[in-house]
Structure formats: C-alpha cells, structure tokens
C-alpha cells in the first residue's frame, strides 16, 4: 500500500509542487461544480431550463450553503 502512494506521489510530482511556485488551485472551479451539480439533483423533474440557468448564474451570490 505504501509503494502504491509512493508510487501515484511520483507520478503527479511536477503538478504537486508547481502549486508551491504558483499559488493557483481549481479548488473554487470545483466548488462550484459541485454546488451545480447539487442543485441539478434538488431540481430533477423540473422542465424550465431558462430557471436552472438563472440559478447557476446567481450562485456566487447565495449567502447560504445548498443543503439537500
């Protein structure tokens, strides 16, 4: 198991510690995906595809967390 790990650290070492020189993660991008994705699970069924756009687009301004 621990040659495993070695082994997938090896693999992503340039991507790992280019974040050191850079500060730049897709953490915030994955964030909102997520939330999309939450949000297209709490809506299924729903037909009006215009509503569902206007909602994603208003995510970033939502002042609570989706709970579902």
């Not at 621990?2 to 730049?24: E, H, P």
């Not at 915030?28 to 994603?56: C, H, Q, S, W």
């Amino acid at each position: 198991m621990l040659m495993k790990f070695a082994k997938t650290l090896a693999a992503f070492q340039s991507g790992i510690l280019s974040y050191y020189d850079c500060r730049i993660s897709s953490a915030p991008l994955e964030g909102t995906n997520n939330k999309i994705k939450v949000m297209k699970r709490m809506a299924y069924g729903f037909r009006d595809m215009d509503f569902f756009k206007l909602k994603i687009m208003a995510i970033h301004e939502s002042k609570y967390a989706l709970v579902g």
